[in-house]
T-cell receptor
Framework: GQQLNQSPQSMFIQEGEDVSMNCTSS?????WLWYKQEPGEGPVLLIA?????ELTSNGRLTAQFGITRKDSFLNISASIPSDVGIYFC?????????????FGQGTILTVHP | EAQVTQNPRYLITVTGKKLTVTCSQN?????MSWYRQDPGLGLRQIYYSMNVEVTDKGDVPEGYKVSRKEKRNFPLILESPSPNQTSLYFC?????????????FGNGTRLTVT
């Protein structure tokens, strides 16, 4: 089936640094979603992207929908300790329905104070 | 408080002993789904339901069953659990998948099958 490949798999950074991660697919997606999972909890939606080239921000987070529709990027500026967690990209398959939703493997972020 | 509630949070069982993980949402959401999370593999969809009495397979449905007899509940059933079903399971719901409403996840059920 369709797969989403996230990079990097893990990151160890110092507080205050900027973070960049990406998600790529061999297939076109019409929607890209970015979720964050904190320890012991379920994922929470951070940003949703609906159009190729779209750039959307949520506080210190910025995500972009790649022009080719086969990739997406998430940036975190001036990281803080509470940014720790697993970041997942996701996209619905089968047209515009959320029915079948594919997730990437996740990027584990560790922030050292 | 709007939430997705899974029970139990932790479960240890033996191979072959039928079990059910319950999932309930209080947001009147039409869409519900089950995922399993394994290290290095991310979240993989097991089953989903677009509405009452409508269910469909995700990517890894083998060994699992679901039912959606009422809108708020979407139990996950393992008729004969095996050790390869040891995993962290998440239930999620959204208002209406066609409107791209965000998924709300439960806090997970950690299942160990020995």
């Amino acid at each position: 089936g369709q797969q989403l490949n996230q990079s990097p798999q893990s990151m160890f950074i110092q507080e205050g640094e900027d973070v960049s991660m990406n998600c790529t697919s061999s297939s076109i997606f019409n929607t890209w979603l970015w979720y964050k999972q904190e320890p012991g909890e379920g994922p929470v939606l951070l940003i949703a992207l609906y159009k190729a080239g779209e750039l959307t921000s949520n506080g210190r987070l910025t995500a972009q929908f790649g022009i080719t529709r086969k990739d997406s990027f998430l940036n975190i500026s001036a990281s803080i300790p509470s940014d720790v967690g697993i970041y997942f990209c996701a996209g619905p398959r089968g047209g515009t329905s959320y029915g079948k939703l594919t997730f990437g493997q996740g990027t584990i972020l560790t922030v050292h104070p | 408080e709007a939430q997705v509630t899974q029970n139990p949070r932790y479960l240890i069982t033996v191979t072959g002993k039928k079990l059910t993980v319950t999932c309930s949402q209080n947001m009147n959401h039409e869409y519900m789904s089950w995922y399993r999370q394994d290290p290095g593999l991310g979240l993989r969809q097991i089953y989903y339901s677009m509405n009452v009495e409508v269910t469909d397979k995700g990517d890894v449905p083998e060994g699992y069953k679901v039912s959606r007899k009422e809108k708020r509940n979407f139990p996950l059933i393992l008729e004969s659990p095996s050790p390869n079903q040891t995993s962290l399971y998440f239930c999620a719901s959204s208002l209406n998948p066609g409107t791209f409403s965000p998924l709300h996840f439960g806090n997970g059920t950690r299942l160990t099958v020995t």
